[in-house]
């Protein structure tokens, strides 16, 4: 078969692959990432049926899924949101770093992977996927809920660390020697001080030089811009995802909003052959052996942040019902546990992706369970709550007589 | 009795604001960014936690807002055309390809050109009344028009064709 058929044949059977797949997940109310990462490890090397079109397609289209999902995250948030985010609940947010961090650091430490590969699992057992809790919010309903406000802030807090987080990773990464390696860390972080300052003060010149009357030419600008600004990041050693993240920062108002609606159908192909590119470059075989450890960090993960979401909830003065809620809706990590992955690659720790890889499987998947799974012990908590206070429990109160209908004739 | 609305930030959604009813019950409204609200109605038992949401696009908040907020506006207009036998009254709406978009009431010159007078306008859920001759329409507004039969046909086609 001549390359061209072979290769449009194999991309879209794993797309078509990948629908059907995450129509199931839709159905069962699962996330489709933990699928995806399956079917992924499926066509992978290794795998049930190994691929034959080049890795290089895949490997440029995930880097394409960082840069939308990322751009698009920023997109969400606007600059104005952000600091007074950071100034109402920073305590907040070192507590759910610290808290979460620290076990997938120590971890490490234990295994004897070296401070690189600890600062690494650092990020990915402390971030949350803001992608998978906030569909998950939106399908049960709980955006109107009142410990919501407080998880929001988490992933926004999150996401903002992830920023300066992630050039971190990426100069120590690429430095050789101590010297160097303080010295990328200063230039990255210096670049990203600039850009943000950029993001933040002059969003509105950001807007207007890539806004467009036709959609076409709006979404070729900002997507064409989104992959310079990434491009030229990761050349400063400040991390693709961080650069497009801050575009997405600046671009605000209705432009952000239109862009959106517009990126949001790409961001889900793009992201889909992220997760699977993840999985095509784990061997599987090396999964079972890190099953084990993946899960001891797992019980972990869910129990820090169960911890952190009643702390939170409590300071944002939620019931104790609330409060358990907003940890289970915290539990989730996806996408930034694997961009971190991604970046370590094998180069430091050869068992560092597949133990990423079974920790997020299990993580994404339980993260859309938990809300769920806590709700009756939620409902007894808010029952046992409802007795204690003082006054008539709202359930017992006879219901108001409806008022007495108007003695004026309607006016006609 | 004043209603206390408390005004919560989402981040990333929009904004939520919700309030107790004299009956005990919480509900509120999530604005999204892209004019999506969801009506939430709070759990009796845990007032925490939404017992239903209801997602409402754009056009159809505007069609739940006017359901609440009108009936005080007809009942009072259905009072003012009893009250006079023989008088006309109507609403007449400010089209958006209207000639006197942005133009004051006096530049219309309703009065001196029809004998209607225009004693109110609506603009949203807020209420202009007996506007002043320097009052500026905007695509949208409702006038409250008062005359003879005839004189409110005449402004009705008078803001239409200019």
Redesign the interface.
């Known amino acids: 078969m001549n390359p061209t058929a072979r290769l449009l044949l194999e991309l879209g059977a794993v797309l078509f692959g990948l629908g059907a797949v995450g129509r199931f997940a839709g159905r069962i109310g699962l996330s489709p990432i933990p699928l995806y990462l399956l079917a992924g490890l499926a066509f992978g090397t290794g795998g049930l049926v190994p691929l034959q079109a080049p890795a290089s397609f895949f490997a440029t289209g995930s880097e394409v899924g960082v840069v939308l999902l990322l751009l698009v995250l920023g997109l969400e948030y606007t600059a104005d949101e952000l600091i007074t985010n950071v100034r109402r609940q920073a305590p907040v947010g070192l507590l759910d770093l610290l808290l979460n961090g620290l076990p997938g650091a120590i971890f490490a430490a234990v295994l004897g992977w070296g401070p690189l590969a600890a600062l690494a699992m650092f990020g990915v057992t402390a971030i949350s996927s803001s992608g998978i809790i906030s569909k998950v919010l939106t399908d049960l309903g709980r955006l109107g809920n009142r410990e919501t406000p407080a998880v929001l802030s988490v992933l926004v807090i999150e996401d903002l660390a992830m920023a300066a987080y992630l050039p971190v990773l990426t100069a120590l990464i690429a430095a050789s020697s101590l010297v160097s390696a303080v010295y990328s860390v200063l230039v990255a972080l210096g670049t990203l001080a600039v850009v943000l300052t950029i993001a933040l003060r002059h969003g509105e010149g950001v807007t207007r030089f890539v806004g467009a009357r036709s959609d076409d030419v709006l979404l070729l600008r900002v997507l064409g811009l989104a992959l310079m600004v990434a491009g030229a990041a990761e050349a400063a050693h400040v991390s693709a995802a961080v650069g497009a993240f801050l575009l997405g920062i600046a671009l605000s108002g209705d432009v952000a909003e239109h862009i959106r609606g517009l990126l949001g159908p790409l961001r889900d192909i793009f992201a889909a052959v992220f997760f699977v590119f993840f999985g095509l470059s784990t061997d599987p075989a090396s999964l079972p052996s890190e099953l084990l450890p993946a899960a001891v960090l797992a019980i972990v993960g869910v129990a820090t942040k169960l911890v952190t979401g009643w702390i939170v909830g409590r300071r944002t003065g939620v019931g104790p019902a609330g409060r358990l809620r907003a940890g289970a809706a915290l539990v989730a990590r996806g996408e930034f546990s694997i961009i971190i992955a991604g970046l370590v690659g094998a180069s430091v720790i050869p068992t560092f992706a597949p133990t990423v890889a079974a920790y997020v499987l299990m993580m994404a998947m339980l993260g859309p369970l938990a809300p769920r799974l806590v709700d009756p012990f939620a409902r007894r908590l808010a029952r046992q709550a409802a007795q204690r206070r003082p006054g008539p429990p709202a359930k017992k109160r006879p219901p108001d007589p409806r008022p007495e209908p108007s003695a004026e004739p309607p006016a006609r | 009795m004043e209603v206390e609305v408390e005004e919560?930030?989402?981040?990333?959604?929009g904004l939520?604001h919700?309030f107790v009813t004299a009956?005990?019950r919480r509900i509120?409204v999530?604005s999204q960014?892209?004019g999506v609200r969801?009506v939430?109605i709070?759990?009796?038992?845990?007032?925490?936690?939404?017992a239903?949401?209801i997602e409402l696009t754009s056009e159809e908040s505007e069609v739940v807002a006017e359901l609440l907020g009108a009936p005080r506006i007809t009942?009072r207009f259905?009072?003012l055309r009893?009250q006079v036998e023989g008088l006309a009254t109507d609403g007449l709406p400010i089209a958006p390809g209207s000639p006197f978009v942005n133009a004051t009431l006096g530049d219309t010159a309703i009065r001196t050109r029809t004998g209607a007078s225009v004693v109110a306008a609506l603009r949203g859920d807020e209420v202009f009344a007996s506007p002043t001759p320097d009052f500026r329409f905007r695509a949208g507004d409702r006038l409250i028009v008062v005359g003879t039969k005839d004189g409110v046909s005449a402004v009705r086609a008078l803001l239409a064709s200019g």
């Open positions: 919560t930030r989402l981040p990333g959604i939520r919700d009956q005990g509120g999530i960014r892209n969801h939430v709070y759990d009796e038992e845990d007032s925490d936690a939404c239903a949401t009942e259905a009072k009893e």
